[in-house]
Nanobody, 129 residues
Framework: VQLQASGGGLVQAGGSLRLSCAAS????????MGWFRQASGKEREFVSL?????????IYAESVQGRFTISRDNAKSTVYLRLNSLKPEDTAVYYC??????????????????????WGQGTQVTVSS
């Protein structure tokens, strides 16, 4: 599956953005979809994920809990990440990722980036103070 992230940009602190991740090649049915981010000079870190089964369970990093919301539209093969109350420390390149839920469960990698096989190219989010 090919992933294309979009929606990044420059926003003031306290502002909002909505990132989109469009999948092509196959439907995202049966896939766990995730968002990660990488700030300049830092390692890539987990932001959020949403499962396929179990009522579309969501997991968030503590740093974004209550401010970011992940959702998926399986009919459009698209995953969204709503970013509210943005802070300068949210500045990073945001990447979407996917893995089949069966493999994701089997590897037990949870929120680790190694648990995701498919990656998009990233979209830059810059939050000014």
């Amino acid at each position: 599956v090919q992933l294309q992230a979009s929606g990044g940009g420059l926003v003031q602190a306290g502002g909002s953005l909505r990132l989109s991740c469009a999948a092509s090649g196959r439907p995202i049915n049966g896939y766990v979809m995730g968002w990660f981010r990488q700030a300049s000079g830092k390692e890539r870190e987990f932001v959020s994920l949403i499962t396929w089964s179990g009522g579309e369970r969501t997991i968030y990093a503590e740093s974004v809990q209550g401010r970011f919301t992940i959702s998926r539209d399986n009919a459009k093969s698209t995953v969204y990440l709503r970013l509210n109350s943005l802070k300068p420390e949210d500045t990073a390149v945001y990447y979407c990722a996917a893995q089949t839920e069966i493999s994701w469960i089997k590897t037990g990698r949870g929120t680790e980036s190694a648990g995701f096989r498919f990656w998009g190219q990233g979209t830059q989010v810059t939050v000014s103070s």
